[in-house]
């Protein structure tokens, strides 16, 4: 697992273990992993050309101390102060008896072999002030390596106000902060690598599931299980003007580990013949039979508000998507907040806005997607409900606070009806009985590879391909390291 956590959590365990270290020994520890990381991406430290953007806090500190170290190695290391009466005076001190020295040319940046970004790290907030906002568009000539955060994104959100300097690679202190996790901030991170520094951390409020972690979540049939102990799901999707999402959604059910799908809605005829293992009715959530989940919502049309009112009724789990999302918005928290069964509700950005709207709140799609985490958790606050926030990197928010985020994904996976197998698929999870961050999680996780795997090497693909590469994933992700 990855775990993110707040400026505010970092500096609680660092006040606790500066008190017991002697001064400098985190800094040490920090400006140690960092120069070891740039050394490695050097073809070889000595004679090349290290620039340090440092600003006037703990963040210029330690990169100004990784320099030393490269220049004690040979490295010719340089400075660009961008506050020289406040500079960091202990990194500043290193960095000059190791033979490096300061500069004021921006020209610096361009001729650099390698840049090391620690203008500001958790001190940062808002876009980059005026002195370092013009590095965000100068060309550059070798890497980019942030010290503990880029510049310019916000720690906590992965939010970017306004300019932000772009790294090839983040060497992040302690754990790692959501920031970077978390688009539009992830995309200004670049490779991401983590260096202990013995922190004392309490549990993270971001984590990002890693390859054990999905495999773990999913589901394994035992030598008793039949169809019904591994749980039913219900699809109530499709509509005779949207019958190709109702197939879409059962294809993601079929393989989300349930043991059988049953399908309720106007699209049956088209459901059968695309899978005929699908149980089929047209009788709607309430009259449909015993399932573990349901599934609401994907090309339900006008359906979908009964399909909804029906499915929330019922004692199991509920995950509702497309037009059930929209008479959601419509009908408001009332709806959802209190329901004794959990609720699981997977919106895109416009579906977001639209919910958000239901809540008082004025944002619109554009808003949602640059406020990600913000948005996720202010709806399942809001409704009571675990939120599944669609596009590049899912946020999966919990009610009481917690997120994950997922990091497979391609944006290949942007393609109509690509949301309807995730729906189902997520609702199959559901009905296995894991909870539902656990299920939106695993379900984010595994429609992510199967959408990379489907794209290949990059070109387009269907939600069908997506559909079809759920069983690969799932395989590869169950398969003993080495063995894909
Ligand atoms: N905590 C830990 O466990 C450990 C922390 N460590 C390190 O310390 C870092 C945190 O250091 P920190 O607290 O000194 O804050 P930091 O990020 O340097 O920022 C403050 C400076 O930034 C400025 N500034 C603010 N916003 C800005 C903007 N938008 N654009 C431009 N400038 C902006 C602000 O200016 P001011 O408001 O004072 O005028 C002030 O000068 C942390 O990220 C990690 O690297 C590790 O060494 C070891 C363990
Ligand atoms: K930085």
């Not at 400026?7 to 008190?19: D, N, T």
């Not at 020295?101 to 001729?111: K, S, V």
């Not at 009715?281 to 399909?307: I, L, N, Y």
Request: proline content about 7%; charged content about 20%; some cysteine.
């Amino acid at each position: 697992m990855r775990h993110a956590h707040t400026a505010e959590q970092v500096r609680a365990a660092e006040a606790a273990l500066i008190a017991r270290l002697p001064e400098g020994t985190l800094m040490g520890r920090a400006a140690a992993g960092l120069a070891a990381v740039c050394a490695g991406l050097l073809p070889r430290v000595y004679g090349s050309r290290v620039l340090v953007l440092a600003g006037s806090g703990d963040n210029g500190g330690d990169a100004l101390l990784a320099a030393a170290r490269l220049a004690r190695r040979g490295a010719r290391a340089e400075a660009l102060l961008l506050d020289p009466a406040r500079a960091h005076a202990a990194g500043l001190a290193a960095l000059l008896a190791a033979g490096g020295r300061t500069t004021a040319d921006p020209d610096a940046f361009t001729r650099a072999d390698l840049v090391l970004d620690g203008i500001v790290g958790l001190g940062g907030r808002g876009p980059l002030r005026p002195a370092a906002a013009p590095f965000a568009t100068l060309p550059r000539r070798g890497p980019v390596v942030a010290v503990d955060v880029p510049s310019g994104v916000d720690p906590d959100t992965g939010e970017v106000a306004g300019p932000a300097l772009r790294a090839d690679a983040t060497v992040c202190f302690g754990t790692h902060k959501p920031g970077l996790l978390i688009d539009p901030g992830a995309r200004y991170a670049g490779t991401l690598h983590l260096v202990g520094i013995g922190l004392d951390l309490p549990p993270a409020p971001v984590e990002a599931l890693q390859r054990a972690d999905a495999a773990a979540l999913l589901p394994v049939p035992g030598a008793e299980s039949d169809k019904y102990r591994r749980g039913v799901v219900g699809v109530a999707a499709g509509s005779a003007r949207y019958p190709g999402a109702a197939v879409l959604a059962v294809a993601g059910a079929l393989y989300g580990g349930a043991g059988a799908v049953r399908y309720t809605g106007h699209a049956a005829a088209e459901v059968v013949r695309r899978h005929p293992e699908a149980l089929v009715t047209e009788d709607g959530p309430a009259r449909a039979g015993r399932v573990q989940a349901w599934v609401v919502g994907p090309g339900g049309g006008a359906d979908a508000e009964r399909a909804l009112r029906e499915a929330l009724d019922t004692g199991v789990p509920v995950l509702a998507d497309a037009d059930a999302l929209t008479e959601l918005a419509r009908l408001g928290p009332a709806a959802t907040a209190g329901r004794p069964a959990p609720v699981l509700l997977t919106p895109h950005a416009g579906e977001a806005a639209r919910l958000l709207a239901g809540l008082g709140e004025d944002a619109d799609a554009e808003q949602v997607a640059a406020r990600r985490l913000w948005a996720a958790r202010r709806l399942a606050a809001g409704y009571g409900a675990t939120v599944l926030l669609k596009g590049s990197t899912t946020v999966v928010a919990d009610p009481d606070g917690r997120a994950r985020v997922n990091t497979t994904g391609t944006g290949w996976l942007g393609t109509a009806g690509s949301g309807d197998v995730l729906a189902g698929l997520a609702g199959s999870l559901l009905a296995t009985g894991r909870t539902p961050l656990d299920a939106g999680s695993a379900a984010a996780h595994l429609h992510g590879l199967a959408g990379r795997e489907a794209a290949g090497r990059g070109g387009p693909i269907t939600a069908l391909d997506v559909a079809a590469g759920l069983h690969g994933a799932w395989a590869g992700l169950r398969a003993p390291d080495g063995d894909r």
